[in-house]
């Protein structure tokens, strides 16, 4: 709870910088800012803080805070490489702003007690990105990006208050566990507007974390947004929309997974599928990256549809979005430097090996993560999820999944190869700021470590 209300004010306090010339320290204060809130989730752990009126609302438990750490921590090492980004823009504090007002959106989606919170929680982090995506101002693709993310996401609100709506108007509460007892005691009786209520609630949060067949907002906004911009959106938002999905399908909904559990397998299904292949044809690293996310939504919707109200179902969704949110700020962080000319094609890593060894490891190291290749912290994360899956009846996901890691393995080392096995076309040796050398090398010894001791995060439910 600490860590939302340090946010918020430090939000508040952007706001007012304009007006007291602190432009010159708001990243120091931002960085401080998201520190003291990590370090206050932290000492959390052994003792809640709350407010006795919101507790109905937002609850700061240990899966809360541990997605809310994981949140934290790469929105800390993300305003690190954005620092410039901020700089070029006519509207830095603004900036500053929507994405501090998105963070407190994405603590919301992990904590939330109540469908109105949730509903907040999804606006407040959603209506910053939808201008950030357009930011860009003077690049026509900025501006489609923001326009498509607006209406998509326009509609999927939509959905998600009619689901909402017609919840409560079977169970006659807003709020989770209210609900979850209302199943409970009318399990042989539920209304059928209550399973279509469940039914648009999972296309909306399907949209949120673009799987498939709601995906196609996803290449064109991810590819037309500013690089950074899609660097945030791949992992903050993305982490934040699971920790609600986790919520709202293992503790509201759980004891009738027999009816949204086939439809959601079909999502997982399509996911994988569309996305790989899509990735695989793909002349653009960053539209690739954009498909790869689907990939991997797909793969965490596997922990959802296992509905193993377990610690091992928390730990494998947990270590999953920190494995893959340090991975994609790595690869993204890669692509903003190769990118800065213009050019985000696989041509534009040739020789990137010969012209800065030190980025090509690091975009190397991240590829093989995100493809899941051993040692990496992407191979334990898709071996946990297998891990909760075995279990099930939907063992053929687990085959799907294995076959189209193999295209995904393919389009993967396409990078790897441009980098170390292409020509480099003549270009010269690129330079590279301090700042961002240091949030590449955390990502990429953060991916190896996580490989090499996942225990350290994939047991912290062990209590």
Known sequence: MKGLLILSALGMLAMLAQIFQLKKLLLPMVLLGIAAAFVSNAMEWQQTFSFEYFDNMISFDKPALAFSGVILLTAFLWFIVAHDYFKTGTHMVDHYVLVLFALVGALMLCSFKNMTTLF???????????????????????????????????FASGFLLFGIALIYGASGTFDLAGISTYIHNNINDLPLFFYLGILFILVAMSFKVSAAPFHFWAPDVYE??????????????????????????????????????????????????????????QSSVKRMLAYSSISHAGFMLMVVLANQRSNISIDALLYYSLAYSVGSIGAFAVLYQVGKSGNETFEAFNGLGKRHPFLAFCMAVAMLSLAGIPITAGFFAKYFVFTTMIGTSYKWLLILAVITSAIGAYYYLKVIIAMYFSPASGKEEMQVEGSHKLVIAISVILTLALGLVPGLVAEVFKF
């Open 120 to 154: 907040l929680g999804v606006e407040i982090l959603s209506i910053p990105m939808y201008v950030l995506a357009a930011s860009k101002k003077q690049d026509v693709r900025s501006n489609e990006a923001g326009f498509k993310y607006l209406i998509m996401g326009s």
């Open 224 to 281: 037309g947004s500013p690089t950074l911009i899609t660097a945030l959106m791949s992992t903050v938002v993305k982490t934040a929309a699971f920790a609600a999905f986790m919520r709202l399908y293992l503790m509201g909904f759980a004891e009738i997974s027999q009816f949204w559990a086939v439809l959601l397998s079909i999502i997982i299904a399509l996911s994988l599928i569309i996305a790989n292949l899509s990735a695989a044809m």
